[in-house]
């Protein structure tokens, strides 16, 4: 049975200065709506937009610790606190995964180009290396951690995958792609339920408890085009995946067989670009994914927008769109906190923080 689809997305919305009520409205009140967001604090630039505001999700009724984060960046921008320093690893060596330790928000995971993944804290001090490849051949392009079961996980650029605990004992190292790894997840509320996404345009979804080689996995859901992630609901209920072309697929855990809900999306993969990956709201059941326009994509539009666009993750439906036009670039990366009212987004050499709270202010 051929996948379903939904409707193409429909004509970009209208670049709008600000919501023209500041009414209180949940997300799926939202029209598409592009919305010119202002920067917080003097002194902005287009090199310099870590205060930028965002308006959406107005709804969220958030404690005043949570956006604390946003407080930090805005400070340590106008040189009123410091900010911590991380060693550089040096030319060729990118950071492809990160990942906070769940244990100790000190310290976090990373894996990277350069042939590690280790364990780092704020002072750049490297408290485990987990795995090395000592050979510049072979590097590490995702991982994932689990704080429950002390476990993790990582695949590099041959199609291995390999599983450690947090005392950095290898548990297994078995090749279950043909090629890169792209990315690897943990269910959250499973967490021997693993998904790995690779560019031999695969996801497969794993039993921790059942691995034996590239051959014992669950499932595997073949796509049109490499993928560049597989990320879990939050609920551990769908799987979402992104292509290197323009579809967003939309799985039920529990129904694996069943054809995926297909959402086009323009985000088209460029070998000098950070690959585009989609991502969930922590508490909504929203889709949060950067927009690379693509003259070929059926409903582009003449000087179309590198918005942030928002989808339900129940009807496809786009709900509406983040845009500054003094930061214009390809948004690849987006990340909620836990709370969900603040947003970090990657754009070349820069991170955006989008703050719900700083976007209401008059």
């Known amino acids: 049975m051929a996948p379903k689809k939904r409707p193409d997305t429909q004509k970009t919305p209208e670049v709008v200065v600000r919501p023209k009520s500041r009414r209180t409205r949940s997300p799926w009140e939202l029209e598409p709506e592009a919305k010119k967001l202002c920067v917080k604090g003097p002194g902005s630039s287009r090199r310099f937009d870590s205060g930028c505001v965002w308006a959406g999700l107005a709804s969220l009724q958030v404690p005043p610790s949570c956006i604390s984060i946003v407080r930090a960046l805005h400070h340590h921008k106008l040189g009123k606190a410091a900010w911590p320093s991380l060693q550089q690893i040096g030319a060729g060596g990118s950071v492809t995964g990160l990942k906070f330790n769940p244990l100790d928000t000190n310290q976090f995971f990373t894996s990277s180009m350069e042939g590690t993944t280790r364990l780092q804290d704020f002072k750049g001090n490297t408290l485990r290396v987990f795995t090395s490849s000592d050979t510049c051949n072979v590097w590490f392009c995702s991982l994932d951690v689990s704080a429950r079961s002390r476990m993790v996980v990582t695949g590099d650029n041959v199609g291995h995958v390999i599983l450690l605990n947090m005392d950095g004992r290898e548990l297994w190292n078995l090749r279950m792609h043909k090629k890169k790894v792209t990315h690897v997840a943990l269910n959250p509320c499973c967490d021997w339920l693993m998904a790995t996404a690779s560019v031999d345009q695969t996801v497969k979804i794993w039993d921790l408890r059942q691995v034996k080689g590239k ?19 939050p609920d551990g209920a769908q799987l979402l995946t992104t292509d290197q072309k323009s579809e967003l697929r939309v799985y039920t855990a529990s129904q694996w067989d069943c054809p995926p809900s297909l959402i086009p999306h323009p985000h088209r ?3 000098h670009l950070t690959p585009i990956k989609a991502t969930w709201h922590p508490r909504y059941n929203l889709i949060v994914v950067g927009r690379y326009p693509d003259p ?8 179309e927008l590198r918005t942030i666009d928002v989808f339900d993750g129940s009807s496809g439906k786009m709900m509406y769109q983040l845009y500054d036009p003094e930061s214009s670039g390809i948004i690849s990366l987006n990340e909620f906190n836990p709370m969900g009212d603040t947003l970090a987004s990657l754009m070349g050499y820069h991170i955006l923080i989008w703050s719900q709270e700083a976007g209401m202010r008059k």
């Open 215 to 233: 051959s014992s996995c669950l499932h595997s859901l073949l796509h049109s085009h490499p993928v560049n992630s597989a990320c879990f609901s």
């Open 269 to 271: 993969h460029f070998q």
């Open 296 to 303: 070929n994509f059926k409903s582009c539009t003449p000087h």
